[in-house]
Structure formats: C-alpha cells, structure tokens
C-alpha cells in the first residue's frame, strides 16, 4: 500500500510567476485536502476535494485553486506568487469525507518565492 | 486569531521520564481533538485522537486527556524514548467543516 505522494519535494519561483504542486492520493483514498505550513507555524487548511469536487476552503485567496482528477490525484495551483507563499504545503488524502477518520499527510512541497 | 494553541515551543525530556505536551483552544464547539507527530522532511503522522464525548483515550505509550471546562488537551508520552523526539501538533475539527485548525507545534527532544 503507497502512502500520499508529492512533487515536487522542493521548488524555487519567482514573485508573480504561477506554480503547479502534484500530489498522488493513498490507494483507496478519495478525499484529499491542501494545507500550507509557513515557517514556525502550524499547517493551515487551504482547502479539500471528494470527488473531484471542491468541498471545502479555507481563508485563502482565489489565486490558490485546485483539481482533483477521476483517479483521485490533485493538484494544487497558485497564480501571482507572492513572498509570502513561500512554505511547506502539504498534502493529506483519506478514505472518507470525515474527519475522524484520519488523514494520511504527504512529506510536503517546499516552495521559495523570491 | 490562533483557535489552538499550544504554548510551549520546545521540551526536553530524559528518555524514561514522562513527556506531557499541551494544547489550549478557544472554540469550545470543536469536537474531535487529535495529535499528530512530524519528523524532519516527512509529512505529520497521525498519531491519537479524543472526542468531545471522551476524557482520554489511552493508545500504547500515548494517553490523551481532554478538559472540555479548561478547554485543554493534553498528549502524555510514558515512557519517552528518544525516538519520540518530533514535533508534535495538536488539531481540533468541528463537526460540519472539512478542516483540522492546527496548533503551531512543540518540538520535543528525549535525552538518552
């Protein structure tokens, strides 16, 4: 059974460029969420799909948009990078659209805006 | 406005010895409260949940307690090991959202 994966694992953008961060769901998982983790703080939710549809977001701007395809993979896309995006973001998958079922976390994409 | 709060940025332990980590929230209609465990360049680890209906819940080594009038969870480690040593995060959801909010995380090291 493979955990959540990410790509890439490090990346290093421009302000104002666009980004495209990947992440392969848990076998079996079909609910996958997007958290941004800044430096010394913990992961923030930026938002969550169930199949294929958004179903949740959190206080990020709209430049920050995402998809989640038939075989459950996601994507996460920011536009207009700004400094402060700079972080780790992290993926997590679940079997379930419930919380209390738990989230299996990626190892994260670390993003350097300068 | 930080809703989970953990106030202790760092502990340090002697391996054997009792690690406890605490957490405070403000939101008292949070109703599932958990831990998770993230070590450097890996993503966190699930590592015990409580429901509001529970005040603590017991998994191997790692107990949990809840306070639902202090608002206040705590994670005891007995006992600790050095490769306990991680940062640990506490999470809080409210039935209804799709969210866990995050405390910002205590780093505890284990002494051997």
């Known amino acids: 059974e493979t955990g959540v994966t990410q790509s890439p694992t490090h990346l290093i953008k421009t302000r104002g460029q666009q980004v495209t961060l990947r992440c392969s769901s848990q076998s079996g998982h079909n609910t996958v969420s997007w958290y941004q983790q800044a430096l010394g703080q913990g992961p923030q939710f930026i938002f969550q799909y169930y199949r294929e549809e958004e179903n949740g977001r959190g206080n990020f701007p709209p430049r920050f948009s995402g998809l989640q395809f038939p075989n459950y993979s996601s994507e996460l896309n920011v536009n207009a990078l700004e400094l402060d995006d700079s972080a780790l973001y992290l993926c997590a998958s679940s079997a379930s659209i419930g919380l209390n079922y738990g989230y299996t976390f990626g190892s994260g994409t670390r993003l350097t805006v300068v | 406005d930080q809703q989970v709060k953990q106030n202790s940025p760092s502990l340090s332990v002697q391996e054997g010895r009792i690690s406890i980590l605490n957490c405070d929230y403000t939101n008292s209609m949070f109703d599932y409260f958990l831990w998770y465990k993230k070590y450097p360049a890996e993503g966190p680890t699930f590592l015990i949940s409580?429901?509001?209906?529970?005040d603590k819940n017991e998994d191997g080594r790692f107990t949990v307690f809840l306070n639902k009038s202090a608002k206040h969870l705590s994670l005891h480690i007995v006992p600790s090991q050095p490769g306990d040593s991680a940062v640990y995060f506490c999470?809080?959801?409210?039935?209804?959202?799709?969210?866990?909010?995050f405390g910002t995380g205590t780093r505890l090291k284990v002494l051997a």
């Open positions: 409580i429901s509001s209906i529970k």
């Open positions: 999470a809080a959801s409210l039935e209804g959202t799709y969210k866990y909010i």
